[in-house]
């Protein structure tokens, strides 16, 4: 991998790390989720026309995808309102992969290489450490993390059948965004007319970092798998879970015990070693 891809793939994770920060230090966190995928939708509005779009074939699972993506950005507002980042985070993160190798083990009938025992092994490890290590705010962050997470796996497998009949891979996600975020403005609008008009006011700067955080995020790594191995692309953006973990600490000032960070950083490599396994 040459040095700036593997840069700019840094780069991406720390993006999509920091726009979660930008979530979890939010008061109104829901609120907040609304304009991160208001900005995101307004990319996507300005972009979408000068790309190819995807095939017909490709939107079953988009729609699809788009609802996964609205309960997604919900359970994420949900989670940090009652568990640090630093310990939702990894769980939301690193589980996933793990679900996703499980599934294609039981329903697709995948043979598991001896490496990739060795990252479900680690992942695992990893998750109960932080589940059972430490101290807690409220169990029912984790319960809320680990189902975000099954939420993560179920939208990776939609879009991993749905982006090869797309055609068009940048186009395909976009329209999620775009979809994904117009129920959640509906909602907005209707139910907290004056808080949204409040926080568009005071805080639209955050949503639009927000929004292009999560799209650029998504559009980095996706531009870095034209010119290196997608499983080493994929691995390297699992330090977002380190990038969330020490902003966590850095910029949020929860307090990080250091069982949490060899948690976070156990979840990390093992689904590093899954990626490329």
């Not at 040459?2 to 829901?30: M, Q």
């Not at 996706?222 to 977002?240: D, F």
């Not at 966590?248 to 990390?268: C, D, N, Q, W």
């Amino acid at each position: 991998m040459p040095i700036l891809v593997f840069a700019i793939v840094l780069f991406a994770a720390a993006l999509h790390a920091s726009w979660n920060a930008i979530v979890k230090g939010s008061p109104d966190k829901l609120l907040m989720m609304v304009l991160v995928t208001a900005a995101a939708a307004l990319i996507a509005v300005v972009t979408l026309p000068w790309l190819q779009q995807p095939a017909t074939a490709s939107w079953p699972f988009l729609l699809t995808s788009s609802i996964l993506q609205v309960i997604y950005f919900v359970l994420v507002a949900r989670t940090y309102h009652i568990a640090d980042m630093s310990e939702a985070y990894p769980l939301m993160r690193g589980t996933a992969p793990l679900l996703v190798t499980l599934v294609s083990v039981v329903g697709l009938k995948a043979n598991l290489s001896p490496l990739m025992w060795v990252g479900v092994t680690v992942i695992c490890l990893g998750i109960l450490s932080m589940a059972w290590g430490g101290r807690h705010k409220d169990r029912r962050g984790i319960i809320s993390a680990l189902l975000n997470a099954v939420v993560i796996a179920a939208y990776t497998l939609t879009d991993g059948m749905g982006v090869r009949r797309s055609g068009a891979p940048a186009a395909y996600t976009l329209w999620i965004f775009l979809i994904a975020s117009v129920p959640l403005a509906i909602w907005a609008i209707r139910t907290r007319r004056r808080s949204i008009a409040d926080s568009v006011r005071n805080h639209w700067h955050f949503g639009l970092i927000g929004g292009i955080g999560t799209v650029a995020s998504y559009g980095l790594a996706l531009w870095a798998m034209t010119l290196a191995p997608i499983a080493v692309v994929a691995a390297l953006r699992e330090t977002s879970i380190l990038f969330g973990t020490l902003i966590s600490g850095l910029v949020l000032k929860e307090r990080i015990s250091v069982g949490r960070f060899i948690a976070a950083g156990t979840i990390a490599l093992g689904a590093a070693v899954l990626r490329l396994a």
